[in-house]
């Protein structure tokens, strides 16, 4: 019987798509210190970002056939080691991309309205300086007519632009290989409905310097995308999200930029140093912050255990 260690977690539907393949399922948390001693035992491992699989470990487990990432970035995995000893690495890029965009332009929104501070102020203040408040949050800006900057037009920045397109805002979008997309902007459940915008990447100084949001969608990098460099050539006032990996976003430079007004305000899911991110980035009032939640709703989570277990019954087959 395949044995699968689900070591982060797993939607129950795709752990009971694996059980029906007469898979053994086991997704009893094991922590990353034990691993060394339990992992051996399986065929496979199932990972989200807390656990890592690196190459100290992959050696001591002869019988691993496979090693999945539910999400879509591998960071914790030392896959090139681990193709090169002939383990299946997988992940589930298509699962989560309508789930993580939302997230982006919900602090679009945020920022632009100061409901990250305002929410906070309202419960505090609300009830005796309302308006105090009222006058000091009533200089948000709309998304309409703005132009967001994509840096990065993988499934989720494709994703992002559509959702950019339908409410009105220009689309520049950079990527390492030059790349030109339809965006699809028909409606599920409406046929009729239904056109495509095609948009082709553009130089990342044309993102930089004309773009009122940034958006970041990258794998990880050895440098800040976004660095002391690249600051200097935004335009001012310009708000920037972080969706994609801590670090993407130079954080200390960050925090002088806002200080000096050059960036008005930006976003962060992810911090280096997870789970113990920079309190002054968490307390900032120019910063709305999210506990690295970008592919965290219920139909991604859905979708990233039907996608895994998709994947594992392509690789084994039913075990009868």
Do not use: W
């Not at 795709?14 to 086991?26: F, I, Q, S, T, W």
């Not at 009032?285 to 895994?308: C, D, F, W, Y």
Request: with cysteine.
């Amino acid at each position: 019987m395949i044995k699968i260690l689900v070591n982060d977690g797993i939607h129950p539907d795709g752990k009971l798509l694996m059980e029906e393949a007469n898979y053994h399922v086991d997704d009893t948390k094991i922590p990353q210190e034990a691993l060394l001693q339990k992992l051996p035992e399986y065929d496979a491992i199932i990972v989200r970002s807390a656990t890592k699989v690196r190459k100290e470990l992959i050696d001591q487990c002869p019988n691993l056939k496979v090693i999945a990432r539910g999400g879509v970035g591998m960071d914790n995995i030392d896959v090139e080691y681990a193709r090169s000893k002939g383990i299946k690495v997988i992940n589930t890029p298509k699962a989560s991309s309508q789930a993580v965009a939302e997230l982006v332009v919900g602090h679009f929104f945020t920022l632009s309205r100061f409901l990250h501070r305002a929410n906070r102020d309202m419960a505090t203040k609300g009830a005796t300086e309302f308006k105090a408040l009222k006058k000091q949050y009533a200089g948000g800006v709309q998304l309409r007519g703005k132009t967001v900057g994509i840096i990065g037009f993988g499934r989720i920045g494709q994703e992002v632009a559509r959702l950019a397109l339908g409410l009105g805002m220009r689309v520049l979008a950079s990527d390492l290989y030059d790349n030109t997309v339809n965006i699809d902007l028909s409606t599920p459940g409406a046929p009729e409905v239904a056109f495509s915008v095609r948009l082709t990447t553009v130089p990342l100084s044309r993102v930089l310097s004309e773009s009122d949001y940034i958006t970041i969608h990258v794998p990880s990098s050895d440098k800040p995308v976004i660095g002391a460099e690249e600051i200097q050539k935004l335009k001012d006032g310009v708000f920037l999200v972080n969706t994609s990996r801590g670090g993407t976003i130079d954080e200390a430079v960050l925090l002088e930029a806002l200080e000096s007004g050059k960036v008005a305000g930006a976003a962060l899911d992810v911090f280096v140093n997870e789970p113990t991110p920079n309190v002054d980035l968490l307390n900032h009032p120019k910063i709305s912050v999210s506990p690295h939640i970008g592919a965290s709703t219920l139909e991604a989570q859905r979708n990233i255990g039907l996608e895994l277990a998709d994947a594992f019954i392509d690789f084994f087959g039913e075990d009868n």
